[in-house]
């Protein structure tokens, strides 16, 4: 509560301080009237006796005494929604609204006067109004003080609002592009669900975050789609000799296996702890940052003369890549980022048994054996297997279809050129 107040002296500040330290109820409401009688605009003063006001039921004299305190504090939050608290139980609800939005204007993090602001709507029979209000006093409560349990009711009811609101709003607006929405094609289509899902919230907004490498202007599309890439259907031709292939060097005991997560010696411990040196993720790999592993090709021929057909990032020593991935049992890769928006990670499944998936910002799907999956890595992502088998899938990297011929060249001496600035002394990651 603000105290500071042009009228300073020695013996107000000693006033304040008694007031502050009263032991009982009287005393203080007598320490605070004193200050008062010295400064009679002080803040601090105002509020306490409006505050004792309002807990003894006086209405009108905690109205009078917060009214005076936001004139003389304007910029106090708690002021404003206190003083909306007695215009509320006065019956003044317009001018409790009005109160409220200026305890938020002065402090837009006040959670406590968004939801009361959303109180006084709804009782306002205002449900869209109250459903606003309460959306933000959902984004901006703490998840501290959102977990307490004299919260608990509050915030269901609030929620329950905000979904009927949505929901709603989602009707209404589907109401208006129906016609529209039959003339777009699939993508169009899908872009344009995604983004009402958002407006009704059942999807969320997600956004990339390239550990390395950032390259501006490319959109923001967590999974594309198989339809969009005229190469899909040769990849997926070969599921049947990918998958025998990778049946045979099963069979040899997986020797060629490695764990996926190596970090070095002295390296601080990272969300993939628990995967370091573990084959419970284990990697068969073809390529490996740009150099081809012979034996495992040989191993695999039909499965490397199929990754010719897709537009594979080629960097000297750092791609391609292209490796049997194994997750064993039970095991979970934790949520991480990609090193770089340039490149769209690519999923052949092979051996998917059930409980297996992929998140990839706030979307999961399932693998399907044959069916390519494609997403940009630079989005949070994770994967797991929760089942009692063996899960595999091919994985490789292609450049962002976005990207011209030129910008490819132009990203492939980006990352070369880091390569040798630091070269022998700093780790670039999984570019």
């Known amino acids: 509560m603000p105290s500071d107040h042009p009228e300073h002296s020695p013996s107000l500040d000693a006033l304040v301080a008694r007031a502050r330290t009263a032991q009982s109820g009287s005393a203080t409401n007598a320490g605070w009237q004193q200050v008062l009688d010295i400064a009679p ?89 109250a459903a606003m209000a309460w959306a933000g ?25 905000v979904r009927a609101d949505r929901s709603q709003l989602g009707d209404h607006l589907r109401g208006r592009v129906d016609d529209l929405r039959t003339q777009a094609d699939t993508s169009e289509r899908r872009r344009f669900d995604h983004c009402l899902a958002m407006l009704e919230g059942r999807r969320s907004a997600v956004w990339p975050r390239p550990q390395t490498l950032a390259y501006p202007g490319l959109p923001a599309i ?24 990778l049946r045979g ?9 490695e764990p996926y997560v190596q970090t070095n010696a002295g390296e601080p411990a990272n969300q993939f702890a628990a995967l370091d040196h ?53 095991t979970h890769i934790p949520p991480h980022h990609g090193a770089t928006n340039t490149r769209l990670t690519v999923h052949l499944p092979l051996i998917v048994p059930e409980h297996c998936a992929l998140r990839v910002g706030d979307e999961t799907r399932g693998w399907e054996p044959g069916k390519l999956l494609i997403f940009d890595d630079t989005f949070e992502h994770e994967a797991w297997n ?35 600035f630091y070269r022998n002394d700093a780790d670039l990651g999984e570019l």
């Open 41 to 129: 605009h002080h803040p601090e003063a105002l509020y306490q006796l409006g505050w004792a006001a309002l807990s003894g039921g006086n209405l009108p004299d905690a109205e009078s005494y917060l009214q005076r305190a936001a004139a003389a504090a304007p910029n106090a939050s708690i002021i404003h929604a206190t003083l909306a608290r007695v215009l509320k139980l006065r019956g003044h609800a317009e001018q409790a609204i009005a109160a409220l939005d200026r305890a938020i204007a002065t402090d837009p993090m006040a959670w406590g006067a968004r939801f009361e602001k959303g109180e006084v709507l709804d009782s306002l029979g205002r449900k869209r109004a």
């Open 137 to 161: 006093a959902l984004s901006t409560i703490p998840d501290a003080h959102a977990k307490l349990p004299e919260v608990q009711d509050l915030m269901t009811r609030a929620l329950a609002a």
């Open 222 to 245: 967590p999974f594309f789609e198989r339809d969009e890439f005229d190469w899909v259907p040769r990849i997926e031709e070969a599921f049947a000799d990918t998958l025998h292939e």
């Open 249 to 257: 060097v099963l069979t040899q005991d997986a020797p060629g296996f």
């Open 278 to 330: 573990n084959l419970d993720w284990g990697a068969y790999f073809l390529w490996k940052h740009g150099h081809r592993i012979d034996a495992h090709c040989r191993q695999c021929p039909k499965t490397e003369a199929m990754l010719a057909a897709a537009p594979q990032v080629m960097i000297p020593d750092r791609a391609p890549v292209a490796f049997f991935s194994a997750l064993k049992p039970r």
């Open 386 to 420: 929760r089942s009692d088998a063996l899960r595999v899938v091919l994985i490789f990297d292609v450049w962002h279809p976005m990207l011209s011929p030129l910008e490819r060249e132009l990203v492939t001496q980006l990352v070369q050129g880091m390569l040798d």
